[in-house]
């Protein structure tokens, strides 16, 4: 069984997420270890979660700092990642009002944040975000004009991001022309807006 010290105390290590976080265990409490490879980007990262936190965003709240050693400790989100959720075809319109109600909150906050399915994990039935990434809103790109929005509709871009990603993409009807997919933007954002 492999640890990791945190502040002094061991952590059983449960596995090796794909953003290089930890998830740990110990006294049958589940939780994140976050390791840097600098001070700078573990300033930034502290930063970037005062920030979303000020903007009232859910996500893993941060429990524990050590600067010395570059970690942070947060609290373990129990749910399922999006991605999973997107490959077996089972985002329905319930979720998509949930991916336009966070999009909407920063938005009015001016914010953006990264909207790839990897950085949520849906809890009961709130999506938590669980990357730091945040970007202003005027030096991005709005989520319904950019490119992420296409990972949310059935459209070959998602198909190819989630194989890419390693998961097995479940067959469903596909937007083939980009005037379908034009129309499905629009007809999503006027629902969920």
Aim: glycine content about 2%.
């Amino acid at each position: 069984m492999e640890t990791i010290k945190f502040k002094n105390k061991d952590y059983e290590i449960v596995s090796k997420l794909a953003n290089k976080k930890i998830h740990v265990k110990r006294k049958n409490k589940h939780f994140i270890i976050v390791p840097f490879d600098s001070a700078e980007s573990f300033n930034s990262y502290v930063f970037n979660k005062k920030a979303l936190k000020k903007n009232k965003v859910e996500m893993s709240k941060v429990l524990k700092k050590d600067k010395a050693a570059l970690l942070v400790l947060e609290q373990f989100i129990e749910g399922e990642n999006l991605m999973a959720i997107i490959a077996s075809n089972r985002l329905d319109d319930v979720c998509l009002k949930e991916l336009f109600r966070v999009y909407r909150n920063n938005r009015f906050a001016q914010i953006l944040l990264s909207y790839k399915p990897e950085n949520f994990v849906k809890h009961k039935k709130y999506f938590y975000y669980v990357s730091d990434a945040i970007t202003s809103m005027k030096d991005g790109i709005a989520f319904e004009r950019g490119d992420d929005i296409l990972l949310w509709l059935n459209t070959n871009k998602q198909k190819q991001y989630i194989i890419n990603k390693g998961y097995q993409y479940l067959d469903r009807m596909m937007l083939t022309s980009e005037a379908e997919i034009k129309k499905k933007i629009a007809l999503v954002c006027v629902a969920n807006w």
